[in-house]
């Protein structure tokens, strides 16, 4: 059985629906279908908070009631819904709403913040070995310098008062 959901923002030209359905107890209630028509399933509740490009849509008592800033009773009842999952969507939100019912979940499931952790991951070890290359260089660099400069009784091979009297300078002190 497809979950029922609702399409509650865009994202780009990506769409994004919330699952009035739980789907076996799963933590994914929200969904993302591309352009393409591929379906990614999300945490809805940890996208929202992670994208800031979402254009919510606010044309109906449910959308007004996901998106609004409650308080009080409304607080806790929107707690109950969205949050705990302990109160099932109000027939009375839902009246004004198009529900799809042909949002299949087994096309290509997804969760969101295993693929953020994946790119942190990579990025932060590419990024690891790019320093530790760096300062391996520089440490062979440093070596190398130094031992350049070593003459015999690590007296300096390189006599900077010659190359100052080359020039003309005085090298009497």
């Not at 800033?69 to 929107?78: C, H, I, S, Y």
């Not at 969205?82 to 529900?99: G, M």
């Not at 062979?140 to 006599?159: E, F, L, P």
Request: aromatic share 10%.
């Amino acid at each position: 059985m497809n979950p029922r959901g609702i399409l509650v923002a865009t994202n780009g030209d990506d769409k994004v629906y919330y699952f009035i359905d739980d789907i076996a107890n799963s933590e994914m209630d929200g969904a993302i279908i591309s352009p393409d028509g591929s379906v990614q399933l999300i945490d809805f509740g940890a996208y929202i908070l992670t994208e800031p490009f979402l254009r919510e849509y606010r044309h109906t008592d449910f959308h007004r009631f996901l998106w609004g800033r409650n308080t009080g009773e409304e607080l806790d009842r929107w707690m109950r819904i969205f949050v705990y999952k302990t109160q099932p969507v109000d027939s009375e939100l839902l009246k004004d709403v198009k529900i799809e019912t042909t949002i299949s979940p087994k096309i290509k499931s997804k969760h969101y913040f295993d693929n953020r952790a994946m790119e942190f991951k990579s990025l932060n070890s590419s990024n690891q070995m790019e320093l530790m290359s760096g300062v391996s260089a520089n440490r062979k660099m440093h070596k190398q310098v130094r031992a350049a400069g070593r003459g015999t009784n690590n007296a300096s091979s390189v006599d900077w008062r010659s190359s100052w009297a080359s020039n003309g300078e005085n090298t009497n002190g």
